[in-house]
């Protein structure tokens, strides 16, 4: 068998390159990846303005004051966020000043308003005044291009859009995204016992295809488009025509067919059309995963049961996934637990045992492990990752953990 390490580096490794890339409008954008550096277009802040509301003043015209309150200047100029000064601050002038607004010529500081006193105007042709403390040089002014000059590196190549990202874009006015485009997957599930959601009712000996829903909404997590979905019966016939019907994409998954019964033909239908590069990975849940290529796709073959065919598809195809996708970081994010109850592991295999955390990152299984108990999946936040070569841990243990949301 393959151990854990080995089959992911061989899987991450035939994804050599990225997809072909598309430019994707920055609304549509959300979770895809950058298919190269993106450069600033403009510098931001676009201008010099205040981070504050208060009032622009000329540090050189206050002189010495003190901290205290007790130095007044006329207020000559008002400046609204969105308005452009009409025209420079002169010494011993003080302009009133909003946030975001842009800094008039001359202006080195601005005060806040907290630190200010306004007192009442006696005559209306007279300006009013500003009782003020002594401000140091360049307080609270936002400098052009202190964010990002223009030139400069805004989105690196591989990052995921997220929101920061998004809004970084929006305010550089860049509407359009280089992105690697989102792999096309076909889903096949197989198995004589398998019927849709469309029965209402279940005959003696079938159960309802559980793993076709939920692979396709983790894969579209992941960043895929599901393109095909087939169902095959347990004949090496109708595997056959199943292949044939989900070719064109870029990754085939399979799940059921891929152990040694005599009702599973997945493998060797893959074997006698395609390329089998392993099918077996020293892991709990998880053991028979065939993965290799099928005409020019991809292919995984994934176990029957619905817990071994989801934490599979963590482990293996979703890194994959976001590979083709051409995301920089393809692997969930690994913590530190500390377990809330004893874990019961037999050495030999490693386990990814499904587990909530509470807020001080205390991990308690989510019940009875068993790979067909796909409630065990609900609640779950992390995969807790217990190794081969250890037997049990007790309650308090401290293991690493993938984070699954």
Same mark, same amino acid.
């Given at each position: 068998?393959? %151990? ?30 950058? *298919? %190269? ?9 676009p ?36 308005s ?9 002038? #003080? ?58 590196l #805004?989105?690196?190549?591989g990052?995921s ?21 989102r ?14 959601? #469309? ?6 000996g079938q159960i ?9 909404a983790?894969?579209e997590? *992941? ?11 347990d004949?090496?016939?109708?595997? *056959?025509?199943? $292949? ?37 990975i ?8 065939? $993965?290799?290529?099928l ?8 176990p ?11 482990? $293996? ?34 386990? $990814?045992?499904?587990?909530?955390l ?16 796909? %409630? ?25 953990a993938?984070?699954?949301?």
């Open positions: 068998m393959q %151990s854990y390490d080995e089959a992911l580096a061989q899987i991450l490794a035939s994804a050599t390159v990225p997809l072909a890339t598309e430019l994707v409008p920055l609304e549509q954008a959300r979770g895809r990846a950058v *298919a %190269s550096d993106i450069l600033a277009t403009c510098d931001l802040p201008f010099d303005n205040s981070m504050v509301d208060g009032y622009a003043v000329r540090t050189a015209s206050v002189g010495s004051a003190s901290e205290e309150l007790g130095l007044s200047l006329p207020i000559t100029m008002e400046i609204p966020a969105g452009w000064p009409t025209r420079a601050l002169r010494a011993g002038e #003080a302009a009133r000043i909003f946030t975001g607004a842009p800094i008039p010529e001359g202006c080195d500081a601005v005060v806040m308003v907290e630190d200010t006193e306004e007192a009442e105007e006696d005559d209306e042709n007279e300006p009013g005044r500003v009782t003020l403390r002594h401000p140091g040089s360049g307080s609270y002014i936002r400098r052009r291009g202190s964010d990002i000059a223009v030139g400069g #805004a989105i690196p190549a990052t859009l997220r929101a920061g990202e998004i809004g970084l874009l929006a305010a550089l006015g860049i509407a359009e995204i280089p992105c690697p485009r792999p096309r997957v076909g889903i096949l599930s197989t198995g004589d016992e398998l019927i849709s959601l #469309a029965h209402t009712a279940l005959q003696p309802r295809d559980s793993n076709g829903p939920a692979l396709a983790a894969i997590e *992941a960043g895929g488009v599901v393109v095909g979905r087939a169902h095959a019966k004949t090496p016939e109708a595997v *056959a025509e199943a $292949f044939a019907k989900l070719s064109g994409c870029d990754l085939i998954i399979a799940s059921g067919g891929v152990s040694v019964g005599d009702h599973d033909h997945v493998k060797a239908v893959l074997e006698a059309q395609g390329t089998l590069s392993f099918w077996r020293a892991i709990k849940p998880g053991k028979p995963l065939a $993965f290799g290529t005409g020019d796709a991809l292919f995984f073959g994934l029957g049961n619905p817990v071994s065919s989801l934490v599979t598809f963590e482990l $293996f195809v979703r890194p994959l996934l976001r590979k083709l996708a051409g995301h920089t970081r393809c692997l969930r994010s690994q913590i530190t637990i500390t377990l809330a109850t004893p874990l019961s592991h037999a050495p030999g295999r490693r386990e $990814f045992v499904r587990a909530s509470d807020d001080n990152l205390q991990a308690t299984p989510t019940g009875a492990q068993g790979s067909h108990r796909t %409630s065990s999946m609900v609640g779950a936040d992390v995969l807790i990752i217990a190794h081969e070569h250890h037997g049990d841990y007790p309650e308090g243990t401290i293991l690493p993938l984070v699954l949301r």
